[in-house]
């Protein structure tokens, strides 16, 4: 498709529950992007996909967070044992490059907004 | 990546341009500067980005100075729907980086 997908659009989960994100990116996007908007302005990148290899996770906490991009499946991220702090949305972008020097933007998805009781 | 600093909001009359600035003095030679805005609670969109040129498209035109420390972004004839936060970004951009963004301009414009 020509928009990048994210289900679902609330979820809210009790404090020590898990919560499983999906995105479906654009069809033939090379990357996928997951970023955490916690307060109203600030965007928290967590961790980008190249197809299904990991490509950079430095944002991603060690605990408790895992994502997957796996081949015909939409890509997911998966909280466990949720926490108060995890109350945010998740927006997933993907972009089309093939890594050259050039410039390309990063589509948005809607976002998840998850929130933690 | 090249830190920013934007003003945390700004005022601009419906129908007249909408000039955000934006201050990236540490950008280095090969860094591009993108402009992408987040309308309401929805996800950010992108807007228009430059090197060292200034461009143009359908949405805006960004000034970059030729010393490329600052940048203003343009919205020749600003509607109510240009009420966003906008942010200015600069990045190594290979398409595969992550965008880092910093808290933007809350434009609101004003009937």
């Known amino acids: 498709g020509e928009e990048v997908a994210q289900t679902p659009k609330h979820l809210v989960r009790g404090e020590g529950q898990k919560a499983k994100l999906y995105c479906a990116p654009i069809k033939g996007h090379s990357y996928v992007f997951w970023y955490q908007q916690v307060l109203k302005n600030e965007f928290k990148f967590l961790i980008s996909f190249q197809n299904e290899n990991v490509f950079d996770e430095t944002g991603m906490p060690k605990e408790r967070f895992s994502a997957k991009c796996l081949p015909n499946s939409p890509c997911s991220l998966e909280i466990q044992a949720t926490k108060l702090e995890d109350s945010a949305v998740y927006f997933c972008?993907?972009?089309?490059?093939?890594?050259?020097?050039?410039?390309?933007?990063?589509?948005f998805g809607p976002g998840t907004r998850l929130t933690v009781t | 990546d090249a830190k920013t600093t934007q003003p945390p909001s700004m005022d601009c009359a419906e129908g007249r341009a909408a000039n955000l600035p934006c201050n990236h003095s540490?950008?280095?030679?090969?860094?591009?500067v993108y402009w992408y805005r987040q309308i309401h609670s929805q996800g950010p969109q992108y807007i228009i980005h430059g090197l060292k040129n200034n461009e143009t498209n359908e949405m805006a035109s960004l000034i970059i100075t030729e010393d490329r420390k600052s940048s203003t972004l343009i919205l020749p004839h600003a509607t109510l729907r240009d009420t966003a936060v906008y942010y200015c970004i600069v990045t190594f951009n290979f398409g595969n980086e992550k965008l880092t963004f910093g808290t933007g301009t809350r434009l609101t414009i004003i009937p």
């Open positions: 540490t950008i280095s030679g090969n860094e591009y």
């Open positions: 972008a993907s972009s089309p490059t093939s890594g050259t020097p050039s410039s390309y933007e990063q589509y």
